[in-house]
C-alpha cells in the first residue's frame, strides 16, 4: 500500500505493528519542525498511535490550550501537538486543528481506531471497511493496492461525473472505496462504527457592518492571515501568478510579508507568443515591478492537451485528466530546478464568489429597498427585462429546493440511458444547503473539492512540491460565505469587497479587469487540429469504455471543443487514456470492456 504512494513523499518511509493494527507514515517534510520526524507517533504510555499528514495553521493558539508541562513550542511538530492534544481532549481537539490536515490514530486502551479530516477538504482519507478488515489511506490507490480490495468502476458516481456534476456524498470512482467527508470522524472499534461531523460551517449566520469599508478591512484582514500562514516553509516558496484577482492578490501579499523578513517572493507564470490570447504577461509585468518579485516565466506554446503524449502523466486512480496538465508540469519542472518546495496557488478563489445571482433576494430581505430598486433599473438598462426575470427575480427569488427539483427532473441529453438511470438525484450532501445564504456558493465551496486536492497533489509531489491554497483557509471561507451578496457583486461589477481591499497592494489594471484569461484557444488547438486522430483512435476503438455513459450519436454529430459539448467530450478521453495506460485502469478495462 505504501509503495503505491511513494510519490507523495521522498523523505522515508516508516511503519508501527501494534496488535491489530498497522500503521504506516511517508514523509514529506515542508515546515522546519518536521524535519527529521518519523512517523508513526507514539505518546509517552503508548496507549496512543498516530499518523499525520497535514499542516497547523494555528500553533500558538493550540499550544496555549494544552495543560501540564510542555516542551518549548518551536521544538513540537504538528504531529506532536496534535497527539498531546488528543491525549488530554480526545475527539474534541479536532475542531480547534486549524489547517489541511488527516489523520489516523489508534487507542490501544481502548482498541479504537479513529479518523478524521478537515472541514475544508484539504487532506483526504479513502477507506474500505468489512467484516474483515479496515483498510485505510490518502489515497485510492493505497487501498485499490491491498489484496483484498478488487478494483471496479461505481457505475453511479461514473454517471453523475459524465452528467457534469460532483460526485455525491463519500461516493469514489471506485465501488470498494470511500472518502470520508470533510469535517467528520469515523471511529471503528471491536462492537461499532460510527462516523460524525466533528465541525460544520452555520449556513445561516450573516454578517452586516456599517460601512463598506469594514467588509474590505476584514477580507485583507483574513486573506493575509491565510498566505502568511502558508509561507511556513523549509526551503523557498512561490506563488503561482496569473493577472487575475485570485493569483494577483496572493503575489501581492506574499511578497510583502517575504520582503519584512528580507527574502524575495519567487513568481511563476505562463507566458505564451503563439497563443495570444492566452497570455497575460500585460498584467504579470505590472506586479513583478510593483511588488519586486523573482519572474519565473514558463513558455507554454507547445504544452496543448495531448502534446508530447509519450510523456504525459496519467493520475494512477482518476478516470479524469486535466487537459492543462502539460501547463502544470511545465511550471513544477521549472520550480524544481529553483528549488521550490512550496507553491501557493489562487485556484478555487472563483468559488467563494458564486451564487451572486441572489442579490434581490438579499437586499429584499435586508429591508434595503431603495438599493433593490435602484440595482434592478440599473439591471433592467443594462441586460433587459428578460434577464432580469430570468437571473433576478427567478434565479434571485425562487427557494433553492425548487431549482434542484426542476433539475432532477431534466437529465443530460448526452447520457445513454442506463447512465441516468444511475444519476444520483438528491444528494444529502453538503448538508443544509437550503438553509444557506447563497445555496450555490455554499454547496460549491463544501463539495468535495478535496477531490480536486489528492489529484492534483499526486503531480505536484512528483517534483517535491507541496500546493497550498489560500483561498480554502477555513476562517476565510466562513467569512465569504456569510458577507452579503453586494459584496461579491454590485451593478456588473464582481468581487467588489476584493477591489476596494487590495486598491494600493494590486495595480490598478489588475483591479480593474472585467474579465478572466481564457486557455480555449490552446484547448481547441490540441484537441480539434494536432491530435485528432490518436484520439479518434481511441474513442472509436471496439474496446471503448465511454459508450457505457455517453450516447455514440450524440458525441459523433460534430466535433466541437467548447461548452458542454466540448467537456463531455474531453472526459470521454480521459476514460479512454486512463483505462489503457494505468495498471487499475488497465485492469479495469480487461474485466468492464463491453
Known amino acids: ?16 505493528v501494534s496488535g491489530p493494527v498497522a500503521l504506516g507514515h511517508i514523509h514529506c517534510w515542508t515546515t522546519p519542525e518536521e524535519v527529521g520526524e518519523k512517523q508513526p507517533l507514539s505518546d509517552t504510555n503508548a496507549s496512543l498511535i498516530l499518523v499525520w499528514d497535514g499542516r497547523l495553521d494555528n500553533r500558538e493558539d493550540l499550544y496555549a490550550r494544552l495543560h501540564g508541562r510542555l516542551p518549548p513550542l518551536d521544538g513540537l511538530t504538528d504531529a506532536r501537538l496534535v497527539l498531546r492534544a488528543y491525549a488530554q481532549r480526545g475527539v474534541r481537539c479536532l475542531p480547534l486543528l486549524l489547517g489541511p490536515f488527516a489523520l489516523a490514530m489508534y487507542d490501544a486502551a481502548h482498541r479504537e481506531v479513529v479518523l478524521a479530516c478537515d472541514p475544508m477538504g484539504g487532506r483526504t482519507i479513502h477507506y474500505r471497511l468489512s467484516d474483515a ?49 470533510p469535517g467528520h470522524v469515523l471511529r471503528v472499534d471491536q462492537r461499532r462504527t460510527r462516523a460524525d461531523a466533528f465541525w460544520s460551517f452555520d449556513p445561516t449566520k450573516r454578517i452586516r457592518y456599517r460601512d463598506e469599508a469594514q467588509y474590505s478591512e476584514h477580507y485583507l484582514e483574513l486573506l493575509q492571515k491565510s498566505v502568511e500562514c502558508r509561507l511556513r516553509t523549509v526551503g523557498r516558496a512561490a506563488v503561482a501568478l496569473s493577472g487575475g484577482l485570485d493569483s494577483a492578490p496572493v503575489a501581492a501579499l506574499a511578497a510583502r510579508h ?42 507554454c506554446d507547445t504544452a496543448w492537451p495531448l502534446s508530447d503524449f509519450e510523456s504525459w502523466p496519467i493520475h494512477p486512480c482518476a478516470p479524469f485528466q486535466n487537459p492543462y496538465r502539460r501547463l502544470h508540469e511545465n511550471l513544477y519542472e521549472a520550480l524544481n530546478r529553483h528549488r521550490v518546495r512550496v507553491l501557493l496557488s489562487g485556484l478555487m478563489g472563483d468559488h467563494l464568489f458564486l451564487g451572486t445571482e441572489r442579490w434581490l433576494g438579499d437586499l429584499l430581505r435586508a429591508r434595503r429597498f431603495a438599493e433593490a430598486v435602484a440595482h434592478s433599473r440599473w439591471y433592467i438598462a443594462e441586460k433587459g427585462w428578460a434577464a432580469f426575470v430570468r437571473q433576478g427575480v427567478l434565479r434571485g427569488l425562487v427557494p433553492h429546493s425548487w431549482h434542484r427539483r426542476v433539475r432532477a427532473g431534466s437529465d443530460p441529453e448526452w447520457l445513454t440511458p442506463w447512465a441516468r438511470s444511475l444519476l444520483v438525484r438528491n444528494s444529502n450532501w453538503p448538508r443544509d444547503r437550503s438553509r444557506a445564504h447563497r445555496p450555490q456558493q455554499y454547496a460549491r465551496v463544501l463539495e468535495l473539492v478535496s477531490g480536486l486536492v489528492y489529484l ?45 481591499a487590495l486598491r494600493g497592494r494590486v495595480p490598478q489594471e489588475i483591479l480593474s479587469r472585467p474579465d478572466k484569461t481564457s486557455f480555449q484557444s490552446l484547448y481547441t488547438f490540441g484537441l480539434c487540429q494536432r491530435e485528432c486522430s490518436r484520439i479518434d483512435a481511441w474513442l472509436r476503438s471496439t474496446d471503448r469504455l465511454w ?48
Open 1 to 16: 500500500m505504501l509503495s503505491s504512494m511513494r510519490y507523495l513523499g521522498a523523505d522515508g518511509v516508516d511503519t508501527v
Open 133 to 181: 478488515a479496515l483498510i485505510v489511506a490518502s489515497e485510492p490507490s493505497g487501498v485499490l493496492a491491498h489484496p483484498d480490495v478488487v478494483a471496479r468502476l461505481d457505475d453511479a458516481p461514473m454517471a453523475t461525473f459524465f452528467g457534469v456534476n460532483e460526485i455525491a456524498g463519500d461516493a469514489t470512482f471506485f465501488d470498494s472505496v470511500r472518502m470520508l467527508l
Open 258 to 299: 517575504s520582503a519584512a523578513r528580507g527574502q524575495r517572493m519567487v513568481a511563476a507564470s505562463w507566458v505564451f507568443d503563439r497563443f495570444a490570447q492566452c497570455d497575460e504577461r500585460r498584467y504579470i509585468a505590472q506586479l513583478y515591478r510593483s511588488c519586486d518579485l523573482e519572474s519565473v516565466q514558463v513558455n
Open 456 to 500: 492534483e497533489r499526486f503531480f505536484a509531489n512528483r517534483y517535491r512540491l507541496e500546493l497550498r491554497y489560500p483561498f480554502r483557509d477555513r476562517r476565510l471561507v466562513e467569512y465569504m460565505l456569510q458577507l452579503p451578496t453586494d459584496q461579491l457583486y454590485s451593478r456588473g461589477v464582481t468581487r467588489p469587497v476584493v477591489r476596494r
Open 547 to 594: 459508450t457505457r455513459y455517453v450516447d455514440r450519436d450524440w458525441l459523433f454529430k460534430k466535433r466541437e471543443c467548447h461548452g458542454v459539448r466540448g467537456y463531455v467530450y474531453w472526459l470521454c478521453i480521459s476514460l479512454e487514456m486512463w483505462s489503457r495506460y494505468t495498471p487499475v485502469g488497465s485492469r479495469i478495462r480487461a474485466s468492464q470492456t463491453p
